[in-house]
């Protein structure tokens, strides 16, 4: 037997690509993808009156939190001691003040709208709320920044509902742990949390609230959550 027939009869023990798995592989990616765009969408069109309604809440929040914001920085306000503040010096954390504030309210509102989208009109309704609250508290409680506060300045509309005199509550802490609330079935509500800790600190640090400020956050903002759940659960089918 030569050796040509003998390397016809072992066959060639070359290890050969699986063109069929790797098809089937990118198959299965797009199928993928596109069933969960299709559940997206389905999803959306099931709750678009939900959606709908929570953004006509967002823009009366909104609105209420710009006149607020108005009102208490034409008014003025009066400095009060600060246990914590009278023992630190400002240091300016404003990068973490503005495009960390900026990045937490973004993902807020960007995961559900990505990945939950049947929560969307909850989680907006939520922070509408919360916004609303902080919009009343602002009107009745007469604080003025304190003059040693490192000052921030933010872009775009955030910029429009950046105020003076804006004290109580502060919205750096509690719009952040309003997320660990909403998220609670999520590894992303510790992003939530940890972004509410940091900018407490933050603003404390940079002298832009009071202490009271900032623990009252925590609190207002649960009872702002659980004030939510009953009353917007009745409007999910």
Same mark, same amino acid.
């Given at each position: 037997?030569?050796? !040509?027939?003998?390397? =016809?009869? &072992?066959?060639?023990?070359?290890?050969?690509?699986?063109?069929?798995?790797?098809?089937?592989?990118?198959?299965?990616?797009?199928?993928?993808?596109?069933?969960?765009?299709?559940?997206? #969408?389905?999803?959306?069109?099931?709750?678009?009156?939900?959606?709908?309604? @929570?953004?006509? %809440?967002?823009?009366?929040?909104?609105?209420?939190?710009?006149?607020?914001?108005?009102?208490?920085?034409?008014?003025?306000?009066?400095? /009060?001691?600060?246990?914590?503040?009278?023992?630190?010096?400002?240091?300016?954390? @404003?990068?973490?003040?503005?495009?960390?504030?900026?990045?937490?309210?973004?993902?807020?509102? *960007?995961?559900?709208?990505?990945?939950?989208?049947?929560?969307?009109? *909850?989680?907006? @309704?939520?922070?509408?709320?919360?916004?609303?609250?902080?919009?009343?508290? &602002?009107?009745?409680?007469? %604080?003025?920044?304190?003059?040693? *506060?490192?000052?921030?300045?933010?872009?775009?509309?955030?910029?429009?509902?950046?105020?003076?005199?804006?004290?109580?509550?502060?919205?750096?802490?509690?719009?952040?742990?309003?997320?660990?609330?909403?998220?609670?079935?999520?590894?992303?509500?510790?992003?939530?949390? /940890?972004?509410? #800790?940091?900018?407490?600190?933050?603003? %404390?640090?940079?002298? &832009?609230?009071? =202490?009271?400020?900032?623990?009252? *956050?925590?609190?207002?903002?649960?009872?702002?959550?659980?004030?939510?759940?009953?009353?917007?659960?009745?409007? !999910?089918?």
């Amino acid at each position: 037997m030569t050796a !040509t027939e003998r390397e =016809s009869m &072992m066959g060639n023990h070359e290890p050969q690509i699986d063109r069929t798995a790797q098809v089937s592989f990118g198959q299965r990616a797009k199928d993928y993808f596109r069933k969960g765009f299709h559940d997206w #969408i389905r999803e959306f069109l099931e709750y678009r009156y939900l959606i709908g309604l @929570s953004l006509v %809440l967002v823009v009366v929040a909104t609105y209420l939190d710009y006149y607020s914001g108005v009102y208490v920085t034409e008014k003025g306000g009066v400095e /009060v001691p600060d246990l914590i503040l009278d023992h630190l010096e400002p240091i300016d954390l @404003s990068p973490l003040f503005v495009y960390g504030y900026i990045g937490l309210v973004v993902a807020l509102i *960007a995961y559900p709208l990505l990945f939950h989208i049947r929560t969307l009109h *909850a989680v907006v @309704s939520q922070f509408s709320l919360l916004v609303v609250l902080r919009s009343i508290f &602002m009107i009745f409680t007469h %604080l003025e920044t304190p003059p040693d *506060a490192v000052p921030a300045h933010f872009p775009w509309i955030f910029g429009q509902l950046s105020f003076q005199n804006d004290m109580f509550f502060s919205g750096h802490t509690a719009i952040p742990f309003l997320g660990f609330f909403l998220f609670k079935d999520s590894p992303v509500r510790y992003l939530f949390l /940890v972004g509410s #800790i940091v900018m407490g600190i933050v603003v %404390l640090g940079m002298h &832009m609230h009071y =202490s009271i400020d900032v623990f009252s *956050a925590f609190f207002i903002t649960y009872c702002s959550y659980r004030m939510g759940m009953r009353a917007f659960d009745r409007l !999910t089918p």
